[in-house]
């Protein structure tokens, strides 16, 4: 297993301000992914979480710092690396099989359309809509979009799949069903995975690592939580370990403390010097509010 097939070193997201200056989102963010590995980005709202995931999938420039997948210093988007969105934004006039071919057509070009058709059923079969290839979006619930989205996705036979709260919008028993089904894929092709969620259960579920940002601007990593269970794993089991419940009360805790420093982020981005001052006058450790305790475990 490579130690880093994943790299992101120093990273910094810096989008112009009406000031002139920059804001800077993400301050000198590291992390390094192990291949196979699924990790769990969680923080509070606007903390920079879909700018690191968007950057990693080569949607978002860089401003400064980079990101290396598999020995290669990423340039842009590239089919290595799939990315599901909470909506699936699939064309309302294409029913699922034409939605999930229109992306195997570009990323396999030369593919003979036997090869192709056969990469677009077997995606979609895998994520459970065997019967239901030739249905337009109006006729499929949101979790049926969603598992399209999730098809077209695993279709283009990512190494890296990168999901932005992609179960935000389900009920709880479809966000359930959809968590096993990516984990199921994920196992099965040994996807390294990043996901980016609010919902702290199924962060500790799905990961093998959670990664804590601290609130922006200059948002990095805070604290890394690793969990320690075998895969594959029994959501029964799982819910009624002790464990769980520690790993919970761990990154609830984490929010907790982060929602008191958020507002006094909010003065320092209103009236920048002055907030500053206010918030450096009641934290202990400075260096916290830049998320420098514990970066360097990541
Ligand atoms: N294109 C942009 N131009 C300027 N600022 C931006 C842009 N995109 C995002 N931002 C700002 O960057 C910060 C981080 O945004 P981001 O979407 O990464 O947050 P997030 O952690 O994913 O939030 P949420 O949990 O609400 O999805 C926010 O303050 C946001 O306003
Ligand atoms: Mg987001």
């Known amino acids: 297993m490579s130690q880093r097939y994943v790299e992101i070193s120093n990273l910094v997201k810096a989008y112009p301000n009406p000031f002139g200056d920059d804001f800077r989102v993400v301050e000198g963010l590291n992390l390094n992914m192990f291949q ?46 799939a990315v599901v969105f909470q909506a699936p934004c699939l064309m309302p006039w294409m029913n699922a099989f034409d939605n999930v071919m229109l992306g195997v057509k570009n990323v396999y070009p030369h593919a003979t359309p036997e090869e192709r058709k056969q990469i677009v059923e077997y995606s979609l079969a895998r994520v ?18 969603q598992r399209v989205g999730i098809a077209r996705a695993i279709a283009l036979k990512p190494k890296v799949l990168l999901l932005d709260e992609p179960f935000g919008r389900l009920d709880s028993l479809t966000r359930m069903e959809l968590q ?26 799905m990961s093998d ?59 320092f981005e209103d009236n920048r010097q002055h907030g500053k001052d206010n918030l450096l006058s009641f934290v202990k450790n400075p260096m916290e509010l830049y998320g420098a305790e514990n970066s360097h475990k990541a």
């Open 36 to 81: 196979g590995e699924f990790v769990s980005l969680i923080g509070h709202s606007g903390c920079g979480k879909s700018t690191v995931l968007t950057m990693l999938a080569g949607l978002n420039e860089i401003s400064e710092g980079g990101i290396i997948v598999d020995n290669k210093e990423i340039d842009g988007p590239g089919p290595d690396r």
């Open 128 to 145: 459970g809509l065997k019967d239901s290839m030739k249905k337009f979006p109006r006729e499929l619930s949101g979790g049926m979009q």
């Open 180 to 205: 096993d089904v990516i984990l199921d894929i994920v196992a099965q092709e040994k996807l390294t995975s990043m996901i980016v969620t609010h919902d702290v259960d199924e962060a500790v579920f």
């Open 209 to 267: 690592r959670v990664i804590m940002m601290t609130n922006g601007p200059l948002a990095r990593i805070g604290e890394v939580m690793n969990i320690h269970w075998e895969r594959p794993r029994d959501r029964e089991e799982i819910f009624a370990d002790p464990k769980f419940f520690e790993y919970r009360e761990h990154l609830l805790s984490f929010l907790e403390q982060r929602a008191h420093l958020k507002s006094d982020f909010h003065d």
